[in-house]
């Protein structure tokens, strides 16, 4: 089974500044499907599912064996032996020590011809135990891509974030380097080269924080994707994120594709075979067996004092329970129960699916919105800064307000950032509940 991550209509942009790896979301996909632990045990139960999907399994084939077995006695004895003669009518033979010796070798082959149809029953239950471990593979997919999704927008939001404090600290020791300039010239002061130090100081510090806090994503994606803790690589940062199509599409999506409604409807299946085999129990059994053999008796008393034979043995048998106490009856009531609770599990799954993706369409409309002000925010803030930076420059502001324009403009983009990590979430969560983001 290959699964691959659909990006149709993403762009994605390499942070530049690095010689680290480039990891996309495609490989980092890639790399978890195929190294997951979490999958790879799961794999293990979807194998040994389909390894019992085999008719022999369910009686669908005779059964050979060879059969060998043998007894020795020593008994007392004390026969009375009639002689079918007047005289003596009977002979007695009281002895100890009488020894009977049999043996036996063969081969034999036993069918079932008629079950009530409970093998046929049997067989399309082990295929649905079949299909629900596939079913609970491509559940367990979906929520590892997920998060393996989550971490990758939360690394390339900070990566991102990373590269402008970077940009910023570069443009703060350079003012630095300036106002010390200026200082030698008696056109600035101590308390000015304070002041550009601690705000360069804060920007090293946010810096800092970024990269401890990457880091350790970086390694929670790296357990996910199955590679060793401490690799390193960047990411890709998406740019573009496409509309999201009507909620009526998406629930539609949702009802065909979701691995969760999948994994409930499979479910169902298994349940209304567990319901037919329960109420096949009430049918008789028929069974039919052949054997080919050898046979040896040795008597010490008995008339036949030695006896072989060979040869071959037909034969059946049937069966039906007059009476068990209610066990057949308790088990279908209690299959019936677990029908309608596979029904009741399906209709919650949806409803549940449903109001997710409701709630996430409108968070993803929301984010878009917040991006475009926050955008237009950011021209606003650019500007200033670039105002406030030549007027710095020219000596006719302070330090400090250049700071606050350098700050609001640092905040505004942070702010821009972490709205489209946010909206880059929504919508891989909006793909993987539609099942449009995995296929097989």
Do not use: C, H
Not at 45 to 65: D, W, Y
Not at 123 to 142: D, P, T, Y
Not at 406 to 427: G, H, P, W
């Amino acid at each position: 089974m290959k699964y691959i991550i659909l990006l149709t209509g993403l762009m994605f942009l390499a942070i530049a500044g690095t010689a680290q790896e480039i990891l996309s979301l495609s490989d980092a996909v890639k790399k978890t499907i195929e190294k997951n632990p979490s999958i790879q045990i799961q794999k293990f139960e979807m194998t040994r599912a389909s390894n019992n999907l085999f008719k022999a399994n369910v009686g669908a084939a005779p059964v050979v064996r060879a059969v060998a077995g043998g007894s020795y006695l020593s008994n007392y004895a004390d026969v009375q032996l009639r002689t079918f003669q007047a005289e003596p009518e009977f002979i007695n033979v009281d002895e100890f020590g009488v020894e009977t010796v049999n043996g036996e070798l063969g081969i034999q082959a036993d069918y079932v011809v008629y079950d009530g149809g409970r093998r046929d029953t049997r067989f399309k239950l082990l295929q649905g135990l079949s299909m629900v471990e596939r079913a609970r593979q491509e559940v367990l997919i979906n929520q590892t891509i997920l998060a393996v999704s989550d971490l990758y927008t939360e690394i390339a939001k900070l990566q991102k974030q990373a590269a402008f404090i970077q940009q910023s600290i570069e443009n703060g020791k350079a003012r630095l380097s300036k106002m010390r300039d200026r200082k030698q010239f008696g056109q600035a002061n101590s308390l000015d080269i304070l002041r550009l130090q601690t705000a360069l100081n804060q920007d090293e510090a946010t810096f800092d924080d970024i990269k401890l806090v990457k880091a350790n994503l970086i390694r929670d994606l790296n357990f996910l994707m199955g590679d060793e803790l401490d690799a390193r690589f960047s990411v890709e940062y998406d740019s573009d994120i496409p509309e999201i199509p009507e909620l009526s599409v998406i629930q539609q999506a949702i009802e065909a594709e979701n691995p969760q409604l999948q994994l409930s409807r499979v479910g169902i299946q298994v349940s209304e075979s567990e319901l037919q085999l329960a109420e096949l129990d009430m049918r008789p059994t028929l069974g039919a067996f052949a054997r080919v053999g050898y046979n040896y008796q040795r008597n010490d008393v008995q008339q036949l004092a030695e006896i072989q034979t060979a040869g071959v043995a037909l034969g059946f048998n049937a069966s039906y329970t007059l009476f068990d106490g209610g066990v057949r009856k308790n088990r279908t009531a209690n299959s019936r129960i677990g029908l309608e609770k596979a029904y009741a599990e399906q209709q919650l799954t949806r409803t549940k699916l449903f109001n997710q993706a409701l709630k996430e369409q409108s968070t993803y409309v929301l984010l878009r919105n917040q991006i475009e002000r926050e955008q237009q925010n950011k021209v606003t803030f650019d500007e200033a800064f670039t105002k406030t930076q030549d007027l710095f420059l020219s000596g006719k502001v302070d330090n400090l307000a250049l700071r606050d324009a350098e700050l609001a403009r640092q905040n505004v983009q942070l702010r821009i950032d972490e709205l489209q990590a946010d909206l880059t979430k929504s919508y891989w969560r909006l793909m993987l509940l539609m099942g449009n983001a995995v296929v097989d």
